[in-house]
């Protein structure tokens, strides 16, 4: 693996993770509109699984291996034959 490949790779990672976290604060703001608490042990886990989700992508990525795979490569030619 090239360095850029690399470094596209991590870059990748972060912008997901910033994506996930974004979305958890937005979760939380509209949460303290209705004025309702978001307990800070959920909030904890919400970051725990992001960072699961964020190291799963660098792992994927140093071993090779596809990040998600929507549609099945033999799926996909059987349905365009």
Do not use: C, E
């Not at 939380?28 to 190291?55: H, T």
């Not at 660098?58 to 929507?70: D, H, K, Q």
């Amino acid at each position: 693996m090239s360095l850029t490949g690399l470094l596209l790779g991590v870059i990748n990672a972060a912008i997901v993770a910033a994506i996930f976290v974004l979305i958890g604060a937005i979760i939380v703001m509209i949460a303290k509109w209705f004025s309702y608490s978001i307990d800070w042990n959920v909030q904890r886990l919400y970051l725990l699984v992001v960072l699961l989700i964020v190291l799963y992508m660098i792992v994927a990525m140093l071993l090779g291996l596809p990040t998600w795979r929507i549609v099945h490569a033999d799926l996909a030619l059987r349905l365009t034959a």
